[in-house]
């Protein structure tokens, strides 16, 4: 079956970086993209960016352009999201989710990881 | 950037009733458009994808609808565990990007 798993949560300084893992089970992990999608506490669901596992290829959403990287490693299939210079708005729930694009662009996101809570506070 | 908007916020109803979620889209998303489901503490559900298409596992009583700039995701007699949070998304190839509606609360009147 197929299963996300991610890293455990995180407490950040503002100003610091995070990166948060998504280690990927039950399917080739390179016939498919990993979207990344946040949820501050109490709100709604926010896409931060794609990464294909095919080809590298990446899309980001503009307001975190300059700050999130993502990357994977096809060889333990695991994905990486990296986000620099955080603020307490980034405080929230980070999920990583399979996304049945694979070449240029996000498509359907099905399953899901269990979310990493990371907060920013001083 | 692609906005959707949700309506009711919130949708007041009893087990077996019918629950018509809506959402719209700022302009023409064709049939790119998702909703799931979310329950707390919980990640979200894939229900329907393209617009109309049941995902793996989910039951029949869920039905998605529309096109273009209209969608609508019908739930035809509340289950206990249907109670939640729902949402819309949309895709599109340019630019490429994804966005989810704001979502809409279906709680036990």
């Known amino acids: 079956q197929v299963q996300l798993v991610q890293s455990g949560a995180e407490v950040k300084k503002p100003g610091a970086s995070v990166k948060v893992s998504c280690k990927a089970s039950?399917?080739?992990?390179?016939?498919?993209?990993i979207s990344w999608v946040r949820q501050a506490p109490g709100q709604g669901l926010e896409w931060m960016g794609w990464?294909?596992?095919?080809?590298?290829?990446?899309n980001y959403a503009q307001k975190l352009q300059g700050r999130v990287t993502m990357t994977t490693d096809t060889s333990t299939s695991t994905a990486y999201m990296e986000l620099r210079s955080l603020r307490s708005d980034d405080t929230a729930v980070y999920y990583c989710?399979?996304?049945?694009?694979?070449?240029?662009?996000?498509?359907?996101?099905?399953?899901w990881g269990q979310g990493t809570l990371v907060t920013v506070s001083s | 950037e692609i906005v959707l908007t949700q309506s009711p916020a919130t949708l007041s109803l009893s087990p077996g009733e019918r629950a018509t979620l809506s959402c719209r889209a700022s302009?023409?998303?064709?049939?790119?458009l998702a909703w799931y489901q979310q329950k707390p503490g919980q990640a979200p559900r894939l229900l329907i994808y393209?617009?109309?298409n049941r995902a793996t596992g989910i039951p029949a009583r869920f039905s998605g609808s529309g096109s273009g700039t209209d969608f609508t995701l019908t739930i035809s007699s509340l289950e206990p565990e249907d109670f939640a949070v729902y949402y819309c998304?949309?895709?599109?190839?340019?630019?490429?990007?994804?966005?989810f509606g704001p979502g809409t609360k279906v709680d036990i009147k």
């Open positions: 989710a399979r996304d049945s694009g694979n070449i240029a662009a996000a498509d359907t996101i099905d399953y």
């Open positions: 039950g399917y080739t992990f390179t016939s498919y993209g």
């Open positions: 990464i294909s596992a095919y080809n590298g290829n990446t």
């Open positions: 302009q023409s998303v064709s049939s790119y």
């Open positions: 393209d617009a109309s």
């Open positions: 998304q949309q895709r599109s190839n340019w630019p490429p990007e994804v966005t």
